[in-house]
Nanobody, 115 residues
């Protein structure tokens, strides 16, 4: 079965950085487009970044303004989200996701940006 396990969240001060990881299993990772979403408290879940395959082209939400980078390591079945210049409004639960006839989600990892 499809499994997505996120890690790397935590508490960070404004301006800091974090790297999220998502280890995938149960499907052919190397041929799957992977996405990161986030859900702020009381808000709807929103797409943050996506990495396509083949080719590794990427998409980022406009509100990120170049602060985040999505990448993947197909040998490790892992997708990453490098986050820098973090702001309090980046606080939320970050979810790894893949779509195959339906959308699958990980359990999420909490990111809190606060001084």
């Amino acid at each position: 079965q499809v499994q997505l396990v996120e890690s790397g969240g935590g508490l960070v001060q404004p301006g800091g950085s974090l790297r999220l990881s998502c280890v995938a299993s149960g499907f052919t990772f190397s041929s799957s487009t992977m996405s990161w979403f986030r859900q702020a408290p009381g808000k709807e879940r929103k797409l943050v970044a996506r990495i396509f395959t083949p080719g590794g082209n990427t998409y980022y939400a406009d509100f990120l303004k170049g602060r985040f980078t999505i990448s993947r390591d197909n040998a490790k079945n892992t997708v990453y989200l490098q986050m820098s210049e973090l702001k309090p409004e980046d606080t939320g639960v970050y979810y790894c996701s893949v779509f195959m006839t339906m959308r699958y989600w990980g359990q999420g990892t909490q990111v809190t940006v606060s001084s």
